[in-house]
């Protein structure tokens, strides 16, 4: 499975993006989903995570009641809806699938897309 991400771009402290995942294959629906991002100078750090059919969702702290992960298994897609975004949101946003249930932390994630980067001017 691969994924493709979009939506990045600069924005202004305060503002909203949507980050988009396709993925390519027709096991989409059997991963759990996450999206997990990396700062310059950072290693990776877990965003959310979403269940194989949608009905679990999990957060880091940092951006709990800010940002909402979903998916759509019938077009193999998952997002990442980001609002009230802060300049320490700056970093390359990647989604990733993983085989095992729940995942939360970055080393949970076995497949991963290229990135795509996110950058909230103060």
């Known amino acids: 499975v691969q994924f493709v991400e979009s939506g990045g771009g600069l924005v202004q402290a305060g503002g909203s993006l949507r980050l988009s995942c396709a993925a390519s294959?027709?096991?989409?629906?059997?991963?759990?989903m996450g999206w997990l991002r990396q700062a310059p100078g950072k290693g990776r750090e877990f965003v959310a995570s979403?269940?194989?059919?949608?009905?679990?969702?999990y957060y880091a702290d940092s951006v709990t009641d800010r940002f909402t992960i979903s998916r759509d298994n019938a077009n193999n897609a998952v997002y990442l809806q980001m609002n009230s975004l802060k300049p320490e949101d700056t970093a390359v946003y990647y989604c990733?699938?993983?085989?095992?249930?729940?995942?939360?932390?970055?080393?949970?994630?076995?497949?991963w897309g290229q990135g795509t980067q996110v950058t909230v001017s103060s």
């Open positions: 990733a699938a993983a085989e095992r249930m729940a995942p939360k932390v970055p080393s949970d994630f076995n497949y």
């Open positions: 294959g027709r096991t989409f629906s059997m991963y759990p």
């Open positions: 979403i269940s194989k059919t949608g009905g679990t969702t």
